[in-house]
C-alpha cells in the first residue's frame, strides 16, 4: 500500500500531524481543562440567573414562549415543570458538584432553592452522563436545567470527529508538500530510465536540494563515464573489423585456389562466416549507441518496399493494417531491426506477416510466423547476445545469435521495446512498439 516514497512521506506526515494534534488536545485538557471548565461553568450560572430573574418577571401565560428563546446553549437546554417537592439525587461531598453548586449559586438571590436530581426516562447511557439543576421560580412552577457531561471530557466520537477535520484540512499542505519534494527525485529517476533506453537522452538535471544536486552530478559522471565506454568499445571493434577485413579477404583468395572443390567450399564457408560474424558484432556494438540523423519515414512505403523486396526474393509476406501518420526515427536503424525480425520469422516459418496497428500515442507493428514457437522459458533468454534458439551447428539456421539482440537495442534507442508471444494457433508473434512522442527526445539525433 505505501509503496512509494511520496506515499510513505504522507502517511508518516498524517499520522504525526494526527498524533501530535491528539496529544496537544488530551495535555491541554488536562492542563486547563480545570479552568475552562470553570469558565464555562461561570458562563453558565450567568445564563442561569438571567433565566431566573426573566421568568420569575414574567407572567405564567409567556413564560413557555420566551423560554424558546433561552435555550441557545450547545450543552444545556431549559425547560418549564410544575413546581413540586425537590429532591437532590446527589451529595455535596461530590467536589465536581460542589464547584458547580458554589459557581452557579454565586449569581443567584440568596432565596433561590437549587437542587440536582438524575433524568427521568432517558437510556442509561445518557442518564448516566447527564443532570438536572431544579430551581423553584415560585409556588406553581419550577425551571429546570438540563446539563449532559459537565464533568467529563469530551467523547471519543468528538475527538474522532476533531482528528478526522484536522487531518482533512491539512492533507492537501502535506500531499503539496510531499510533491514537490519528491518530484526532482520522480524526475532523476524518469531521466535515468531514458538513459537505459537511448545513450543520447539528456542528462539529470542538477537543480533542487542540495542532497539531490549532489546525487544527479554523480549519475552524470557515471552517465559520461558509460558512454565514454560505449565509445571506446565501438571504436575498439571497428578497429579490429576493419583490421580483420585485409586477413579475410587474402584467405578468400587463397581458398578461392584449391584445387580439390569439396575442400575450396568448405574453407569459403569458414571465411564467409568469421567475416559475418565480425560485421555483426561490429552492428551489435553500434546498435546500443546510435548515432544516426532522424527523419519522418512514411511506415506504409517503407514496409510495403521490404515486402516487395522479400516477395522478390521468392518468399511469401504479407502486409496488413496502415500507419496513420509519418514516423519520425532513423530510417536505416529500423530497416536494419525489421530486415533481422523478418528474416527469424522465415527462417523457423514458410511465411511471415507484418500487422501495422497505429495510434496517436505509439506505433505497433507485429511479425507473425507460422512456425514452431518458443517455450516460455526462452521467450526473453533469445534477445541475450550469441544466443540461438536452435542449438544445431548448422550456421544456416543457427545464425550468429544477434538478429534480434541488435533489434531489440535499436527500438530501444527510439525509447521502444520488443515483446515475443507464442500464438494461440500457432507460430510466434514479435510486439515491436514505438513511441510517438518518446519520453526525452531532443536533437535531430537517436
Known amino acids: 500500500m505505501f509503496r512509494s516514497l511520496s506515499a510513505r ?3 508518516i506526515l498524517t499520522i504525526g500531524l494526527g498524533a501530535i494534534q491528539v496529544i496537544s488536545f488530551i495535555a491541554f485538557m488536562n492542563f486547563r481543562g480545570q479552568e475552562i471548565k470553570e469558565q464555562m461553568t461561570r458562563f453558565l450560572g450567568a445564563d442561569l440567573s438571567f433565566a431566573y430573574d426573566f421568568m420569575r418577571s414574567l407572567p405564567h401565560e409567556q413564560r413557555l414562549e420566551w423560554l424558546a428563546r433561552l435555550n441557545q446553549g450547545f450543552h444545556y437546554r431549559f425547560s ?8 437532590d439525587d446527589f451529595q455535596t461531598a461530590d467536589p465536581n458538584l460542589a464547584t458547580l453548586t458554589a459557581i452557579l449559586k454565586a449569581d443567584l438571590p440568596p432565596e433561590a432553592k437549587l437542587s440536582f436530581r438524575l433524568p427521568q426516562g432517558v437510556p442509561p447511557s445518557v442518564r448516566e452522563k447527564s443532570i438536572q439543576a431544579v430551581l423553584a421560580i415560585d409556588q406553581d412552577e419550577s425551571l429546570v436545567l438540563h446539563l449532559f457531561d459537565p464533568f467529563s471530557m469530551p467523547s471519543e466520537g468528538s475527538l474522532l470527529l476533531y482528528l478526522g477535520v484536522v487531518l482533512l484540512a491539512v492533507s492537501p499542505f502535506v500531499w503539496w508538500a510531499v510533491h514537490l519534494s519528491t518530484r526532482p527525485i520522480d524526475r532523476m529517476l524518469v531521466t535515468i530510465e ?5 545513450l543520447n537522452s539528456p542528462p539529470v538535471p542538477e537543480s533542487g536540494p542540495e542532497e539531490l544536486q549532489k546525487a544527479a552530478k554523480t549519475v552524470n559522471a557515471m552517465r559520461e563515464r558509460i558512454v565514454q565506454h560505449i565509445e571506446e568499445r565501438t571504436q575498439i571493434l571497428a578497429a579490429i573489423a576493419h583490421d580483420l577485413k ?4 587474402r584467405l578468400r583468395l587463397r581458398a578461392e585456389a584449391v584445387e580439390n572443390s569439396v575442400q575450396r567450399e568448405r574453407i569459403v564457408s569458414e571465411v564467409e562466416y568469421m567475416a559475418n560474424l565480425v560485421t555483426e558484432g561490429l552492428d551489435y556494438a553500434r546498435s546500443a549507441h546510435l548515432c ?4 519522418l519515414i512514411e511506415v506504409n512505403h517503407w514496409l510495403e518496399g521490404m515486402v516487395d523486396d522479400i516477395q522478390d526474393g521468392g518468399a511469401r509476406c504479407i502486409l496488413s493494417g496502415q500507419a496513420l501518420t509519418p514516423y519520425r526515427g532513423a530510417l536505416r536503424a529500423l530497416t536494419r531491426a525489421m530486415q533481422n525480425l523478418i528474416e527469424n520469422a522465415l527462417k523457423f516459418g514458410s511465411e511471415a506477416e507484418i500487422r501495422i496497428d497505429d495510434s496517436t500515442e505509439r506505433l505497433l507493428i507485429r511479425v507473425l510466423d507460422n512456425g514452431p514457437g518458443l517455450s516460455d522459458a526462452l521467450l526473453e533468454k533469445v534477445f541475450d547476445p550469441f544466443f540461438r534458439a536452435e542449438m544445431s551447428r548448422n550456421r544456416d539456421t543457427g545464425g550468429s545469435g544477434l538478429g534480434l539482440s541488435i533489434a531489440r537495442n535499436i527500438v530501444h534507442a ?3 521495446d520488443i515483446h515475443l508471444a507464442n500464438r494461440e494457433d500457432g507460430g510466434l508473434e514479435v510486439r515491436v512498439e514505438l513511441p510517438r512522442h518518446p519520453a526525452g527526445w531532443h536533437g535531430a539525433k537517436l
Do not use: C, D, W, Y
Open 9 to 11: 512521506l504522507f502517511a
Open 80 to 87: 418549564l415543570e410544575p413546581a413540586k417537592a425537590q429532591r
Open 194 to 198: 531514458q538513459f537505459g533506453r537511448n
Open 246 to 249: 585485409t586477413p579475410l579477404t
Open 292 to 295: 544516426e540523423a532522424t527523419s
Open 414 to 416: 527510439h525509447g521502444g
